[in-house]
Protein backbone atom coordinates (compact mmCIF):
# COMPACT_ATOMS: atom_id res chain seq x y z
CA UNK A 1 0.00 0.00 0.00
CA UNK A 2 2.74 2.50 0.95
CA UNK A 3 4.68 2.00 -2.35
CA UNK A 4 1.37 2.44 -3.94
CA UNK A 5 0.16 5.37 -1.97
CA UNK A 6 3.98 6.66 -3.36
CA UNK A 7 3.37 5.42 -6.40
CA UNK A 8 -0.21 7.45 -7.12
CA UNK A 9 1.63 11.03 -7.31
CA UNK A 10 4.90 9.88 -8.65
CA UNK A 11 2.08 8.17 -11.74
CA UNK A 12 0.40 11.47 -11.51
CA UNK A 13 3.46 13.50 -11.72
CA UNK A 14 4.65 11.07 -15.19
CA UNK A 15 1.38 11.65 -16.81
CA UNK A 16 1.51 15.25 -16.48
CA UNK A 17 5.02 15.23 -17.66
CA UNK A 18 4.02 13.03 -20.55
CA UNK A 19 0.94 15.13 -21.44
CA UNK A 20 3.23 18.06 -21.41
CA UNK A 21 6.13 16.65 -23.42
CA UNK A 22 3.22 15.10 -25.40
CA UNK A 23 2.24 18.17 -26.48
CA UNK A 24 6.05 19.64 -26.72
CA UNK A 25 6.75 16.58 -29.02
CA UNK A 26 3.31 16.88 -31.38
CA UNK A 27 4.22 20.91 -31.46
CA UNK A 28 7.37 20.08 -32.89
CA UNK A 29 6.14 17.05 -34.79
CA UNK A 30 3.58 19.26 -36.46
CA UNK A 31 6.52 22.09 -36.71
CA UNK A 32 6.55 21.98 -40.17
CA UNK A 33 2.82 21.98 -41.27
CA UNK A 34 2.29 24.78 -38.28
CA UNK A 35 5.00 27.05 -40.88
CA UNK A 36 3.38 25.64 -43.83
CA UNK A 37 -0.44 26.28 -42.31
CA UNK A 38 0.39 29.63 -40.69
CA UNK A 39 3.58 31.11 -41.44
CA UNK A 40 3.40 30.09 -45.01
CA UNK A 41 0.06 31.64 -45.69
CA UNK A 42 0.24 35.70 -46.12
CA UNK A 43 -1.24 37.30 -43.19
CA UNK A 44 -3.46 40.21 -43.28
CA UNK A 45 -4.47 41.80 -40.08
CA UNK A 46 -6.89 43.99 -39.99
CA UNK A 47 -8.06 46.65 -37.02
CA UNK A 48 -11.24 47.83 -36.60
CA UNK A 49 -14.25 45.91 -37.17
CA UNK A 50 -16.96 48.55 -38.74
CA UNK A 51 -17.81 49.43 -42.49
CA UNK A 52 -14.40 49.31 -43.47
CA UNK A 53 -12.49 46.46 -41.37
CA UNK A 54 -15.39 44.06 -40.89
CA UNK A 55 -16.04 43.65 -45.07
CA UNK A 56 -12.51 43.74 -45.89
CA UNK A 57 -11.65 41.06 -43.41
CA UNK A 58 -14.61 38.74 -44.06
CA UNK A 59 -14.19 39.79 -48.03
CA UNK A 60 -10.42 38.59 -48.03
CA UNK A 61 -10.94 35.60 -45.90
CA UNK A 62 -14.34 34.41 -48.00
CA UNK A 63 -12.48 35.20 -51.78
CA UNK A 64 -8.84 33.76 -50.98
CA UNK A 65 -10.67 30.38 -49.66
CA UNK A 66 -8.28 29.92 -46.91
CA UNK A 67 -5.35 31.26 -48.48
CA UNK A 68 -4.38 34.12 -46.62
CA UNK A 69 -4.81 34.02 -42.60
CA UNK A 70 -7.12 36.69 -41.92
CA UNK A 71 -6.85 38.46 -38.12
CA UNK A 72 -9.68 40.87 -37.26
CA UNK A 73 -8.78 43.12 -33.98
CA UNK A 74 -11.99 44.67 -33.01
CA UNK A 75 -12.20 46.24 -28.96
CA UNK A 76 -16.07 45.44 -28.68
CA UNK A 77 -17.95 42.15 -28.67
CA UNK A 78 -21.41 43.78 -30.08
CA UNK A 79 -20.87 46.33 -32.62
CA UNK A 80 -23.36 49.39 -32.84
CA UNK A 81 -23.70 50.96 -36.44
CA UNK A 82 -23.89 54.88 -36.10
CA UNK A 83 -25.77 54.43 -39.69
CA UNK A 84 -29.55 53.97 -38.15
CA UNK A 85 -28.25 55.20 -34.99
CA UNK A 86 -30.31 58.36 -35.00
CA UNK A 87 -33.72 56.15 -36.13
CA UNK A 88 -33.17 54.50 -32.35
CA UNK A 89 -32.95 58.72 -31.36
CA UNK A 90 -36.21 59.18 -32.75
CA UNK A 91 -37.98 55.73 -31.98
CA UNK A 92 -37.60 54.06 -35.29
CA UNK A 93 -35.49 51.70 -34.39
CA UNK A 94 -34.51 49.74 -30.73
CA UNK A 95 -31.09 49.77 -29.89
CA UNK A 96 -31.22 46.01 -30.13
CA UNK A 97 -31.97 46.73 -34.16
CA UNK A 98 -28.29 48.33 -34.81
CA UNK A 99 -25.83 45.94 -32.67
CA UNK A 100 -24.22 43.16 -34.26
CA UNK A 101 -21.58 40.58 -33.57
CA UNK A 102 -18.79 38.57 -34.97
CA UNK A 103 -19.95 35.41 -35.11
CA UNK A 104 -20.49 35.06 -38.83
CA UNK A 105 -16.77 36.89 -39.54
CA UNK A 106 -15.73 33.50 -37.18
CA UNK A 107 -17.58 31.15 -39.14
CA UNK A 108 -16.10 32.86 -42.40
CA UNK A 109 -12.66 32.17 -41.57
CA UNK A 110 -11.29 35.20 -40.02
CA UNK A 111 -9.47 35.16 -36.61
CA UNK A 112 -11.33 37.53 -34.47
CA UNK A 113 -9.59 39.05 -31.46
CA UNK A 114 -11.06 41.54 -29.34
CA UNK A 115 -8.19 43.79 -27.70
CA UNK A 116 -7.31 47.17 -29.11
CA UNK A 117 -4.12 47.66 -31.24
CA UNK A 118 -1.92 49.69 -29.77
CA UNK A 119 1.12 49.74 -31.40
CA UNK A 120 2.49 49.23 -35.07
CA UNK A 121 6.21 48.35 -36.12
CA UNK A 122 6.20 49.02 -39.65
CA UNK A 123 9.84 47.54 -39.89
CA UNK A 124 9.17 44.50 -38.12
CA UNK A 125 5.50 44.75 -39.65
CA UNK A 126 3.60 44.33 -36.48
CA UNK A 127 0.73 45.15 -34.41
CA UNK A 128 0.76 44.99 -30.49
CA UNK A 129 -2.68 44.75 -28.81
CA UNK A 130 -2.81 45.93 -25.43
CA UNK A 131 -3.40 42.52 -24.22
CA UNK A 132 0.28 41.97 -25.17
CA UNK A 133 -0.05 39.61 -27.91
CA UNK A 134 1.71 40.84 -30.79
CA UNK A 135 0.56 39.98 -34.55
CA UNK A 136 2.58 39.55 -37.45
CA UNK A 137 1.30 41.06 -41.06
CA UNK A 138 2.44 41.00 -44.61
CA UNK A 139 -0.59 43.49 -45.35
CA UNK A 140 -2.19 45.77 -42.85
CA UNK A 141 -5.88 47.21 -43.04
CA UNK A 142 -6.83 50.22 -40.77
CA UNK A 143 -9.95 50.95 -39.86
CA UNK A 144 -10.34 52.78 -37.04
CA UNK A 145 -13.15 55.20 -37.71
CA UNK A 146 -12.80 58.38 -35.99
CA UNK A 147 -11.28 60.29 -32.70
CA UNK A 148 -11.79 63.70 -32.12
CA UNK A 149 -9.55 66.34 -32.05
CA UNK A 150 -8.95 67.54 -28.51
CA UNK A 151 -9.97 70.89 -27.10
CA UNK A 152 -12.36 71.77 -30.46
CA UNK A 153 -15.23 72.79 -28.84
CA UNK A 154 -13.86 74.70 -25.42
CA UNK A 155 -14.99 73.33 -22.53
CA UNK A 156 -15.32 69.90 -23.80
CA UNK A 157 -13.39 66.63 -23.59
CA UNK A 158 -13.52 63.19 -23.20
CA UNK A 159 -14.12 63.41 -19.56
CA UNK A 160 -17.49 65.29 -20.44
CA UNK A 161 -18.83 62.68 -22.74
CA UNK A 162 -21.63 61.67 -20.05
CA UNK A 163 -22.61 65.09 -19.34
CA UNK A 164 -22.35 66.43 -22.77
CA UNK A 165 -23.07 62.82 -24.90
CA UNK A 166 -21.71 63.04 -28.50
CA UNK A 167 -22.89 60.05 -29.47
CA UNK A 168 -20.99 59.76 -32.56
CA UNK A 169 -19.43 56.53 -31.86
CA UNK A 170 -22.82 54.29 -31.77
CA UNK A 171 -23.77 51.93 -28.60
CA UNK A 172 -23.83 53.25 -25.23
CA UNK A 173 -23.41 57.11 -25.93
CA UNK A 174 -26.17 56.72 -28.57
CA UNK A 175 -28.28 55.72 -25.28
CA UNK A 176 -27.09 58.29 -23.34
CA UNK A 177 -28.08 60.56 -25.71
CA UNK A 178 -31.83 59.01 -26.14
CA UNK A 179 -32.17 58.71 -22.13
CA UNK A 180 -31.44 62.54 -22.10
CA UNK A 181 -33.35 63.74 -24.72
CA UNK A 182 -36.49 61.68 -23.17
CA UNK A 183 -35.55 63.23 -19.61
CA UNK A 184 -36.21 66.87 -20.90
CA UNK A 185 -38.18 69.08 -18.87
CA UNK A 186 -41.58 70.17 -20.91
CA UNK A 187 -40.44 73.28 -22.65
CA UNK A 188 -37.02 72.48 -22.41
CA UNK A 189 -33.84 73.04 -24.91
CA UNK A 190 -32.33 70.45 -26.80
CA UNK A 191 -29.09 71.85 -28.15
CA UNK A 192 -26.61 70.46 -30.77
CA UNK A 193 -22.90 71.79 -31.35
CA UNK A 194 -22.50 70.34 -35.00
CA UNK A 195 -18.83 69.28 -36.41
CA UNK A 196 -16.76 71.37 -39.00
CA UNK A 197 -16.08 69.75 -42.28
CA UNK A 198 -14.98 66.98 -42.95
CA UNK A 199 -17.13 64.85 -40.26
CA UNK A 200 -18.21 61.27 -40.16
CA UNK A 201 -21.98 60.52 -41.65
CA UNK A 202 -23.98 58.85 -41.03
CA UNK A 203 -24.85 59.71 -37.96
CA UNK A 204 -25.83 62.60 -39.93
CA UNK A 205 -25.89 65.88 -37.64
CA UNK A 206 -29.33 67.10 -39.46
CA UNK A 207 -31.28 63.71 -39.53
CA UNK A 208 -30.04 63.40 -35.56
CA UNK A 209 -31.87 66.97 -35.57
CA UNK A 210 -34.90 65.63 -37.70
CA UNK A 211 -35.11 62.61 -35.51
CA UNK A 212 -34.81 64.71 -32.12
CA UNK A 213 -37.83 66.86 -33.32
CA UNK A 214 -39.72 63.61 -34.29
CA UNK A 215 -39.33 62.57 -31.02
CA UNK A 216 -40.36 66.04 -29.29
CA UNK A 217 -43.17 67.15 -31.22
CA UNK A 218 -44.60 63.36 -30.16
CA UNK A 219 -43.82 63.78 -26.50
CA UNK A 220 -42.29 67.52 -25.80
CA UNK A 221 -44.12 69.78 -28.13
CA UNK A 222 -43.00 73.30 -26.43
CA UNK A 223 -39.53 71.91 -26.44
CA UNK A 224 -36.52 73.87 -28.95
CA UNK A 225 -34.01 72.62 -30.64
CA UNK A 226 -30.91 75.04 -31.16
CA UNK A 227 -28.34 73.41 -33.48
CA UNK A 228 -24.77 75.48 -33.09
CA UNK A 229 -23.04 75.28 -36.50
CA UNK A 230 -19.47 76.35 -37.90
CA UNK A 231 -20.29 75.86 -41.15
CA UNK A 232 -22.43 78.24 -43.97
CA UNK A 233 -24.55 75.41 -45.14
CA UNK A 234 -24.13 71.89 -45.24
CA UNK A 235 -25.16 67.99 -47.13
CA UNK A 236 -28.63 67.86 -48.28
CA UNK A 237 -29.33 71.29 -46.79
CA UNK A 238 -32.53 72.59 -49.02
CA UNK A 239 -34.24 68.96 -47.99
CA UNK A 240 -33.47 69.32 -44.34
CA UNK A 241 -34.84 72.76 -44.40
CA UNK A 242 -37.98 72.49 -46.25
CA UNK A 243 -38.48 69.09 -43.99
CA UNK A 244 -38.15 71.16 -40.73
CA UNK A 245 -40.37 73.93 -41.68
CA UNK A 246 -42.56 70.85 -43.32
CA UNK A 247 -42.93 68.85 -39.53
CA UNK A 248 -40.95 70.54 -37.44
CA UNK A 249 -42.54 74.41 -37.80
CA UNK A 250 -40.90 76.63 -35.40
CA UNK A 251 -38.93 74.01 -33.64
CA UNK A 252 -35.72 74.22 -34.64
CA UNK A 253 -33.34 77.02 -34.42
CA UNK A 254 -29.81 76.34 -36.92
CA UNK A 255 -27.28 78.99 -36.34
CA UNK A 256 -24.65 78.88 -39.10
CA UNK A 257 -21.18 80.28 -39.21
CA UNK A 258 -22.67 83.61 -40.66
CA UNK A 259 -24.65 84.13 -36.64
CA UNK A 260 -21.78 82.94 -35.03
CA UNK A 261 -22.56 79.14 -35.15
CA UNK A 262 -19.00 78.34 -34.99
CA UNK A 263 -18.17 80.43 -31.88
CA UNK A 264 -19.05 78.02 -29.15
CA UNK A 265 -17.65 77.33 -25.92
CA UNK A 266 -19.56 74.77 -23.61
CA UNK A 267 -19.69 74.31 -19.75
CA UNK A 268 -20.63 70.65 -19.10
CA UNK A 269 -20.69 70.95 -15.26
CA UNK A 270 -23.19 73.87 -15.53
CA UNK A 271 -24.84 72.65 -18.33
CA UNK A 272 -24.46 76.08 -20.58
CA UNK A 273 -23.64 76.81 -24.28
CA UNK A 274 -22.53 80.08 -25.17
CA UNK A 275 -22.51 80.91 -29.02
CA UNK A 276 -20.87 84.11 -30.03
CA UNK A 277 -20.63 85.56 -26.42
CA UNK A 278 -24.02 84.64 -25.50
CA UNK A 279 -24.66 81.93 -22.78
CA UNK A 280 -27.14 79.99 -22.79
CA UNK A 281 -28.73 77.45 -20.09
CA UNK A 282 -29.32 74.11 -22.17
CA UNK A 283 -31.02 70.81 -21.11
CA UNK A 284 -29.11 68.66 -23.05
CA UNK A 285 -26.29 69.46 -24.99
CA UNK A 286 -25.33 66.72 -28.29
CA UNK A 287 -21.59 68.56 -28.55
CA UNK A 288 -19.87 67.00 -31.90
CA UNK A 289 -16.47 68.29 -31.59
CA UNK A 290 -13.99 67.84 -35.13
CA UNK A 291 -12.45 64.89 -35.64
CA UNK A 292 -9.31 63.36 -36.74
CA UNK A 293 -8.53 59.80 -38.06
CA UNK A 294 -8.72 57.06 -34.88
CA UNK A 295 -5.33 57.15 -33.39
CA UNK A 296 -3.95 53.99 -34.37
CA UNK A 297 -3.62 55.34 -37.80
CA UNK A 298 -1.05 57.94 -36.15
CA UNK A 299 0.40 55.45 -33.93
CA UNK A 300 1.31 53.83 -37.24
CA UNK A 301 2.90 57.29 -39.09
CA UNK A 302 0.65 57.26 -42.11
CA UNK A 303 -1.29 60.38 -41.06
CA UNK A 304 -0.44 63.86 -42.07
CA UNK A 305 -2.76 66.22 -39.71
CA UNK A 306 -5.81 64.53 -38.97
CA UNK A 307 -6.16 61.91 -41.34
CA UNK A 308 -4.22 59.18 -43.31
CA UNK A 309 -3.69 59.95 -47.32
CA UNK A 310 -4.21 56.77 -49.52
CA UNK A 311 -4.14 55.55 -53.06
CA UNK A 312 -7.24 55.51 -54.68
CA UNK A 313 -6.48 52.47 -56.62
CA UNK A 314 -5.71 50.11 -53.12
CA UNK A 315 -6.29 52.31 -50.44
CA UNK A 316 -3.02 51.59 -49.87
CA UNK A 317 -1.34 54.87 -48.11
CA UNK A 318 1.18 57.68 -49.34
CA UNK A 319 3.61 56.88 -46.07
CA UNK A 320 3.67 52.64 -46.21
CA UNK A 321 2.55 50.79 -49.42
CA UNK A 322 1.68 47.96 -47.29
CA UNK A 323 -0.68 49.82 -44.92
CA UNK A 324 -3.95 50.49 -46.53
CA UNK A 325 -6.24 52.78 -44.47
CA UNK A 326 -10.07 52.45 -44.85
CA UNK A 327 -13.07 54.63 -44.01
CA UNK A 328 -13.13 57.79 -42.70
CA UNK A 329 -9.60 57.81 -41.35
CA UNK A 330 -8.48 57.92 -45.37
CA UNK A 331 -7.66 61.19 -46.87
CA UNK A 332 -8.76 59.84 -50.32
CA UNK A 333 -10.44 62.56 -52.07
CA UNK A 334 -14.18 63.17 -52.86
CA UNK A 335 -16.19 60.53 -51.00
CA UNK A 336 -18.14 61.32 -47.35
CA UNK A 337 -16.70 59.95 -44.38
CA UNK A 338 -19.76 57.28 -44.39
CA UNK A 339 -20.17 53.46 -43.73
CA UNK A 340 -21.43 52.96 -47.25
CA UNK A 341 -18.25 54.71 -48.43
CA UNK A 342 -15.93 52.28 -45.98
CA UNK A 343 -17.58 49.51 -47.14
CA UNK A 344 -17.07 50.29 -50.98
CA UNK A 345 -13.44 50.93 -50.38
CA UNK A 346 -13.08 47.66 -48.68
CA UNK A 347 -13.89 45.81 -51.55
CA UNK A 348 -11.65 47.56 -53.99
CA UNK A 349 -8.82 47.28 -51.17
CA UNK A 350 -9.17 43.86 -50.71
CA UNK A 351 -9.56 42.73 -54.22
CA UNK A 352 -6.18 44.18 -54.36
CA UNK A 353 -4.65 42.79 -51.15
CA UNK A 354 -5.60 39.25 -51.91
CA UNK A 355 -4.42 39.71 -55.61
CA UNK A 356 -0.97 41.08 -54.10
CA UNK A 357 -0.66 38.20 -51.73
CA UNK A 358 -2.16 35.21 -53.79
CA UNK A 359 -1.85 36.51 -57.59
CA UNK A 360 -5.72 36.45 -58.28
CA UNK A 361 -7.31 39.14 -60.55
CA UNK A 362 -6.97 42.53 -59.69
CA UNK A 363 -9.88 44.79 -61.05
CA UNK A 364 -10.31 48.43 -61.75
CA UNK A 365 -11.02 50.26 -58.74
CA UNK A 366 -15.23 51.28 -58.57
CA UNK A 367 -16.67 53.25 -55.54
CA UNK A 368 -20.02 54.32 -54.71
CA UNK A 369 -22.16 55.36 -51.91
CA UNK A 370 -25.54 56.34 -51.30
CA UNK A 371 -26.66 58.17 -47.83
CA UNK A 372 -30.13 57.90 -47.18
CA UNK A 373 -31.75 60.21 -44.04
CA UNK A 374 -34.85 60.47 -42.69
CA UNK A 375 -36.38 63.34 -42.05
CA UNK A 376 -39.92 62.41 -40.32
CA UNK A 377 -42.30 58.85 -40.67
CA UNK A 378 -42.17 58.15 -44.26
CA UNK A 379 -40.24 60.77 -45.31
CA UNK A 380 -36.90 59.62 -46.65
CA UNK A 381 -34.14 61.79 -48.95
CA UNK A 382 -31.03 60.17 -50.45
CA UNK A 383 -27.79 61.90 -52.12
CA UNK A 384 -25.44 59.51 -53.92
CA UNK A 385 -22.64 59.04 -56.47
CA UNK A 386 -20.21 57.26 -57.97
CA UNK A 387 -16.89 57.93 -57.91
CA UNK A 388 -13.34 56.22 -59.70
CA UNK A 389 -9.61 56.12 -58.65
CA UNK A 390 -7.46 58.78 -60.15
CA UNK A 391 -3.30 59.16 -59.31
CA UNK A 392 -4.76 62.09 -57.10
CA UNK A 393 -7.58 60.69 -55.18
CA UNK A 394 -11.06 59.32 -55.31
CA UNK A 395 -12.35 61.45 -57.66
CA UNK A 396 -16.13 61.54 -58.23
CA UNK A 397 -17.92 60.59 -61.77
CA UNK A 398 -21.44 61.53 -61.14
CA UNK A 399 -24.43 61.72 -58.76
CA UNK A 400 -27.60 62.55 -57.66
CA UNK A 401 -29.50 63.94 -55.00
CA UNK A 402 -33.29 63.92 -53.95
CA UNK A 403 -35.52 66.96 -54.48
CA UNK A 404 -37.34 68.92 -52.69
CA UNK A 405 -40.90 68.96 -53.23
CA UNK A 406 -41.15 65.20 -53.80
CA UNK A 407 -44.29 63.54 -53.53
CA UNK A 408 -45.18 61.72 -50.40
CA UNK A 409 -44.99 58.35 -52.15
CA UNK A 410 -41.27 58.96 -53.48
CA UNK A 411 -40.52 59.58 -50.03
CA UNK A 412 -41.97 56.43 -48.52
CA UNK A 413 -39.73 54.54 -51.32
CA UNK A 414 -36.93 56.40 -50.44
CA UNK A 415 -37.50 55.73 -46.93
CA UNK A 416 -38.16 51.73 -47.67
CA UNK A 417 -34.83 51.43 -49.65
CA UNK A 418 -33.26 52.45 -46.90
CA UNK A 419 -34.39 49.63 -44.90
CA UNK A 420 -33.36 47.22 -47.57
CA UNK A 421 -30.33 49.00 -47.75
CA UNK A 422 -29.47 48.80 -43.94
CA UNK A 423 -30.64 45.11 -43.91
CA UNK A 424 -28.41 44.05 -46.94
CA UNK A 425 -24.91 46.55 -46.21
CA UNK A 426 -24.93 44.64 -42.12
CA UNK A 427 -25.35 41.17 -44.03
CA UNK A 428 -22.48 42.31 -46.32
CA UNK A 429 -20.58 43.64 -43.41
CA UNK A 430 -20.91 40.77 -40.72
CA UNK A 431 -22.10 37.80 -42.71
CA UNK B 1 -35.34 40.41 -78.11
CA UNK B 2 -35.88 39.82 -74.97
CA UNK B 3 -39.10 41.73 -72.99
CA UNK B 4 -39.96 42.28 -69.55
CA UNK B 5 -42.31 39.71 -69.25
CA UNK B 6 -40.36 36.99 -67.25
CA UNK B 7 -40.05 39.37 -64.84
CA UNK B 8 -43.58 40.87 -64.03
CA UNK B 9 -44.17 39.68 -60.55
CA UNK B 10 -41.82 42.08 -59.47
CA UNK B 11 -43.71 45.43 -58.42
CA UNK B 12 -40.30 47.25 -59.32
CA UNK B 13 -40.26 46.52 -62.99
CA UNK B 14 -43.59 46.62 -63.75
CA UNK B 15 -43.17 50.53 -63.62
CA UNK B 16 -41.14 50.15 -66.48
CA UNK B 17 -41.83 50.61 -70.29
CA UNK B 18 -42.62 46.87 -71.09
CA UNK B 19 -41.95 47.67 -74.83
CA UNK B 20 -38.06 48.22 -73.65
CA UNK B 21 -35.98 45.70 -75.31
CA UNK B 22 -31.89 45.13 -75.78
CA UNK B 23 -30.37 43.91 -79.15
CA UNK B 24 -29.70 40.27 -79.82
CA UNK B 25 -26.05 41.00 -80.10
CA UNK B 26 -25.82 42.35 -76.62
CA UNK B 27 -27.83 39.88 -74.80
CA UNK B 28 -24.85 37.73 -76.42
CA UNK B 29 -22.24 38.98 -75.19
CA UNK B 30 -20.49 36.06 -72.67
CA UNK B 31 -20.44 37.60 -69.27
CA UNK B 32 -16.87 37.06 -67.60
CA UNK B 33 -17.98 35.53 -64.60
CA UNK B 34 -15.11 36.58 -61.99
CA UNK B 35 -15.38 39.93 -62.73
CA UNK B 36 -18.97 39.86 -62.28
CA UNK B 37 -18.47 39.02 -59.06
CA UNK B 38 -15.82 41.33 -58.25
CA UNK B 39 -18.65 44.40 -59.80
CA UNK B 40 -21.61 42.43 -57.90
CA UNK B 41 -19.85 43.76 -54.52
CA UNK B 42 -21.11 47.09 -55.28
CA UNK B 43 -24.71 45.81 -55.61
CA UNK B 44 -24.62 43.37 -52.99
CA UNK B 45 -24.39 46.77 -50.32
CA UNK B 46 -27.49 47.48 -50.87
CA UNK B 47 -29.70 44.28 -52.68
CA UNK B 48 -30.26 41.92 -50.32
CA UNK B 49 -29.48 38.07 -51.01
CA UNK B 50 -32.87 36.60 -50.75
CA UNK B 51 -36.29 37.44 -49.17
CA UNK B 52 -37.83 40.69 -48.58
CA UNK B 53 -39.10 42.71 -51.90
CA UNK B 54 -40.10 45.43 -50.39
CA UNK B 55 -37.86 48.71 -50.60
CA UNK B 56 -34.80 47.36 -52.87
CA UNK B 57 -35.60 44.05 -54.60
CA UNK B 58 -33.32 40.81 -54.13
CA UNK B 59 -31.46 40.23 -58.14
CA UNK B 60 -29.51 37.21 -56.76
CA UNK B 61 -30.33 34.18 -59.44
CA UNK B 62 -32.31 36.42 -61.65
CA UNK B 63 -32.08 35.20 -65.11
CA UNK B 64 -29.00 36.93 -67.25
CA UNK B 65 -31.31 38.43 -70.03
CA UNK B 66 -33.43 39.80 -67.75
CA UNK B 67 -30.75 41.19 -65.63
CA UNK B 68 -28.99 42.26 -68.67
CA UNK B 69 -32.15 44.23 -69.84
CA UNK B 70 -32.85 45.81 -66.60
CA UNK B 71 -29.68 47.48 -66.01
CA UNK B 72 -29.85 48.64 -69.94
CA UNK B 73 -32.87 50.26 -69.30
CA UNK B 74 -31.85 52.06 -66.46
CA UNK B 75 -28.74 52.72 -68.01
CA UNK B 76 -30.99 54.31 -71.25
CA UNK B 77 -33.22 56.46 -68.41
CA UNK B 78 -35.99 53.81 -69.33
CA UNK B 79 -36.27 53.06 -65.63
CA UNK B 80 -36.36 56.35 -63.35
CA UNK B 81 -34.53 55.20 -60.19
CA UNK B 82 -31.62 57.81 -60.05
CA UNK B 83 -29.62 55.30 -57.72
CA UNK B 84 -29.57 52.79 -60.64
CA UNK B 85 -29.52 55.20 -63.38
CA UNK B 86 -26.41 56.17 -61.83
CA UNK B 87 -24.86 52.92 -61.46
CA UNK B 88 -26.07 51.63 -64.78
CA UNK B 89 -24.83 54.87 -66.22
CA UNK B 90 -21.05 53.95 -65.69
CA UNK B 91 -20.99 50.49 -66.58
CA UNK B 92 -19.98 49.45 -70.09
CA UNK B 93 -21.79 46.13 -72.12
CA UNK B 94 -19.22 44.04 -71.08
CA UNK B 95 -19.34 45.09 -67.56
CA UNK B 96 -23.63 44.15 -67.71
CA UNK B 97 -22.74 40.95 -68.81
CA UNK B 98 -20.21 39.96 -66.06
CA UNK B 99 -22.79 40.85 -63.66
CA UNK B 100 -25.80 38.73 -65.25
CA UNK B 101 -23.37 35.96 -65.31
CA UNK B 102 -22.38 36.25 -61.82
CA UNK B 103 -26.04 36.92 -60.82
CA UNK B 104 -27.30 33.99 -63.13
CA UNK B 105 -24.98 31.30 -60.84
CA UNK B 106 -26.52 32.56 -57.73
CA UNK B 107 -29.53 30.84 -58.71
CA UNK B 108 -28.26 27.37 -59.70
Known amino acids: ?431 | MRTWAGFAKNEEVAKTAPAFTVAPQVLAIRGDIEYGAYLASGCITCHQPGGNTDGIPPIAGLEAGIFVTALHAYRQKHRDNPVMQLVAGRLTDDEIAALAAYFETLGK
Open chain 1, 1 to 431: MKHMQGARPEMKLDRRLFLGASAAASAVLCAPCVLADGHGRPRVVVVGGGAGGATAARYIARDSRGAVDVTLVEPTRSYYTCFFSNLYLGGFKEIGDIGHTYGGLTAGGVNVVHDHAIGVDRTARTVTLAGGSVLKYDRLILAPGIDFVEMSVPGWDISSQNLMPHAYKAGSQTELLKARLMAMPDGGVFAMVAPPNPYRCPPGPYERVSMVAHYLKANNPTAKIIVADPKPKFSKMALFQEGWANHYAGMIDWIGEEFGGGNVGVDPAAGTLTIDGEKTRVDVCNVIPAMKAGRIADIAGVTDGNWAPVNAADMSTRADPDIHVLGDASQQGDMPKSGFSANSQAKVCANAVRGALTGSRVFPAKFSNTCWSLIDTNDGVKVGATYEATEEKIARVDGFISQTGESAEVRRVTYEESESWYAAITADMFG
